[in-house]
Every structure is written in C-alpha cells, then in structure tokens.
C-alpha cells in the first residue's frame, strides 16, 4: 500500500490527510488499514506509542460510518482527557471535508451537560474515558447498543490505571454483533484477558516487538515528593 491514495479510503478523507501532510503510510498503517475497511473481524494490534495508531484505526472508521444514520456508530475508549481530546482533535481534521460527521469526546472535568446537549442532537463517533462514558451510559444520554465498532485505545494503560470495571461494564451494553478493536503498545495479562472474554477469533498484528518502548522516545523521570509535583511540572514546561 505505501501511500494513503492505495487504501480507497474516500476521496474527502484523503484531501483532508494530504492537507496535513500525510503521504505515506506508516508500518501499523499499512497492516490495519485495508483490513479493516473490508472486515468486520476483531483485531488486536501491538505498535509502538507514536507510529500512527489513531489514524489507523480512525481513517477506515470515517470511512465507514453512515452520515446520514446520527445513532451512535462508533466508541472509542482511552485512558485520559489528554488523549481522548487529541484523538477527537485528529479525527476532525481527518474528516474536516465529510459535511455532517458529528464527533464528540466525553470525560470528566468537563460538563457532563454540555456533553448530554450533544448526545441529544446525535452523534456518530464518541470518544470518552470509561469514568464518563459509563456514567453517561448509566444515565442512558449514551446509547451503545447499536454501535458496529468498539475500538479500546492504550487498553494497557486503562487497565493499569484500574478501569477494568469501567471497560467491562462498557462492553457488557454493547451488542454482541460488533467488530472490537484493540490497540496497545504493550500485551499484559490483564490486556490478555480482556481479549479473550470480549473478542472473537481476533486478528493479531504487531509492528513491533512485544513489550518493548519505541527506539525514538526519549525517556526521562524525576522523582518528587507529591506537594511538589505541580511545580515540578511547571519547570519542566
């Protein structure tokens, strides 16, 4: 594949990604993109953080979705605001040419009411933390039961921050004929066995050694006592 123009991803996504740049594929590009565009299969995909994850999985989901269908398609879990408003972020400049997509990121920190607003008015693709989105589903503002793809992005830190409740009761409301993707850059026991109660027959892609950092990230830690680590946080900024 090398080059976005070879995946047939729509011809608005692929203006949308040459805008910003985007050429060629990268290697968790290559080995996800295709498959997904034409599969329903579950997937599990180890890559290194920083190689283009959200793009792998998020270019064929725009693809994918019914613009003119505003039940929720799509749910996409993560394990920070951070990440969750830079994955909603990256997959609204991804689809800034698809007239009509409605994406939103629900999290905590946030007003849960400004998000049931926009829950109200309908939307395809909702990225949240599982905090929020179980609350939201608790509520019922979020309804998950008809959503065709579940995608758990950085599934080793949302179990290492301790939402596996969250997560399982997440997938508990969703419907059985689903397609779940799951990417991470490291495959733990827990990841393991999350895969093995929630996923069917999964494909296995890895673009890199398991459990093992990426090459290009730099590393660097400070210890600080707790009252310190806002101003720690300050300097290094």
Same mark, same amino acid.
């Given at each position: 594949m090398n080059t976005f123009e070879n995946t047939g !991803?729509?011809?608005?996504? @692929?203006?949308? $990604?040459?805008? /910003?740049?985007?050429?060629?594929?990268?290697?968790i590009q290559e080995s996800t993109i295709s498959i997904l565009m034409n599969s329903n299969k579950d997937m599990i995909a180890t890559a290194e953080t920083g190689t283009g994850k959200t793009a792998a999985?998020? !270019?064929?989901?725009?693809? @994918?979705?019914? $613009?003119?269908? /505003?039940?929720?398609?799509?749910?996409?879990?993560?394990?920070?605001r951070e990440l969750c408003i830079q994955i909603a972020?990256?997959?609204?400049?991804?689809?800034?040419?698809?007239?009509?997509?409605?994406?939103?990121?629900?999290y905590g920190g946030s007003s849960i009411e400004n998000q049931i607003k926009a829950l109200r008015k309908g939307v395809h693709i909702v990225i949240g933390t599982p905090?929020?989105?179980?609350?939201?589903?608790?509520?019922?503002?979020l309804k998950i039961h008809s959503v065709a793809r579940v995608i758990l992005d950085e599934a080793d830190e949302m179990l290492t921050m301790g939402f596996k409740e969250d997560l399982e009761a997440i997938l508990g409301e969703t419907p059985k004929q689903k397609?779940?993707?799951?990417?991470?850059?490291?495959?733990?026991?827990?990841v393991i066995s999350i895969t093995k109660k929630y996923m069917h027959n999964p494909l296995e892609i890895s673009v890199a050694p398991m459990n093992v950092g990426a090459k290009n990230v730099k590393h660097?830690?400070?210890?600080?006592?707790?009252?310190d680590r806002y101003e720690a946080i300050k300097r290094i900024a």
């Open positions: !991803l729509d011809k608005n996504i @692929l203006k949308a $990604i040459a805008s /910003l740049g985007f050429e060629k594929t990268t290697p999985f998020g !270019l064929p989901m725009l693809h @994918l979705t019914d $613009i003119g269908d /505003l039940t929720t398609q799509s749910l996409v879990l993560c394990p920070t972020l990256d997959l609204a400049n991804y689809a800034k040419n698809m007239d009509g997509i409605n994406i939103l990121s629900v905090g929020r989105t179980k609350d939201l589903i608790k509520r019922k503002k397609q779940t993707l799951l990417f991470s850059a490291t495959m733990s026991q827990k660097i830690y400070y210890m600080v006592h707790i009252k």
